[in-house]
């Protein structure tokens, strides 16, 4: 089994109150990760309940915990509607998703996530299967491609320039380790808070990697379709991509915001199937801050299935 200390879980607390547990419900952990928030369910949860644990890393799903309510699926959350079905439930009575990477695949310097490990070759896959990796964003693709990754994914305000310093970099040499990326973009590194900037570059390339936010326009689409009436939806994003997906889902039905077509305004096609229950997000407190330093962009969202 896997250490407690594997992965922290962010705002659990709030996270368990959210989702207002029965003690004979179906619930689903959509992003198993370290097995925190999972652990916290299954405290909360009696014999006859079940706990369906979704991830496509397949370390983390060797070492979800051995329980007999638990159902693990190793498969990306873009398609729980599929698999709730596939395991013979109707719909379920809530669905958590804490959006993060997670702190062993932070730590785990092969996996290539942080640019902490100098040495580390740029992979980034959280399901090592996939066919993409970071090196193969970096060295092969065009360069309006990447500056259109890092501006999209990463919010970065010269991306054209770090495209081009990317694609001289590799002319030379193949970029295959964090050190090499560094080096290749050190001209446009500020002196102070350089780190900041790196983050926001592994964040694009980590979100291209892994499709991210396609996963994520799917799952919310698919989770809010598997969920009872009444049932709860609890999800905690960790930059402002994401939230504003979420956002946009809960208030319009849909991630990309309303549809402004004519027909969207005047039928009313899409309509939003939850409701929000915070107006504001839950963020950590100050002391979990202390506690769990990558808790502090979180935000937590709780809506409800109308």
Do not use: W
């Not at 080096?183 to 900037?197: C, F, Q, R, W, Y």
């Not at 609890?234 to 889902?249: A, C, G, P, Q, W």
């Not at 199937?273 to 979180?298: G, Q």
Request: charged share 30%; glycine share 8%; net charge neutral.
């Amino acid at each position: 089994m896997i250490e407690p200390t594997y992965h922290i879980p962010v705002l659990l607390d709030e996270s368990l109150e959210a989702l207002d547990i029965k003690d004979d419900g179906v619930y689903v952990d959509s992003t198993l990760g370290g097995g925190g928030h999972t652990r916290g369910i299954l405290s909360r949860l009696g014999k006859k309940g079940k706990l369906i644990v979704f991830d496509r890393d397949a370390e983390a799903i060797r070492n979800a915990p051995d329980d007999s309510r638990v159902i693990p699926v190793h498969n990306n959350f873009r398609f729980i509607h599929n698999f709730i079905h596939y395991l013979g439930f109707e719909q379920v009575d809530g669905i958590l998703a804490d959006l993060g990477v997670s702190s062993h695949q932070f730590d785990t310097s092969e996996r290539g996530f942080s640019f902490r490990f100098e040495d580390a070759e740029l992979d980034m896959r959280m399901n090592t299967m996939g066919k993409i990796t970071a090196k193969d964003i970096l060295n092969h693709f065009e360069e309006e491609k990447i500056a259109d990754i890092l501006h999209r994914y990463g919010e970065l305000e010269n991306s054209r320039r770090a495209a081009s310093l990317i694609c001289k970099s590799r002319a030379v040499r193949p970029i295959q380790t964090s050190k090499d990326l560094t080096e290749a973009l050190n001209s446009i590194l500020p002196p102070v808070n350089g780190h900041k900037v790196l983050a926001r570059i592994y964040q694009a390339l980590r979100i291209e990697v892994n499709g991210e936010m396609s996963s994520l326009e799917h799952f919310l689409d698919g989770a809010a379709l598997s969920l009872n009436k009444g049932g709860r939806f609890v999800i905690i994003t960790y930059h402002s991509l994401e939230d504003r997906m979420v956002k946009n889902f809960i208030k319009s039905g849909k991630a990309g915001g309303s549809d402004e077509s004519p027909e969207m305004r005047i039928y009313g096609i899409r309509k939003p199937m939850v409701k929000a229950l915070n107006r504001k997000p839950i963020v950590p407190s100050e002391n979990e801050i202390r506690n769990n330093t990558r808790a502090r962009s979180a935000k937590l969202r709780i809506c409800e299935k109308l």
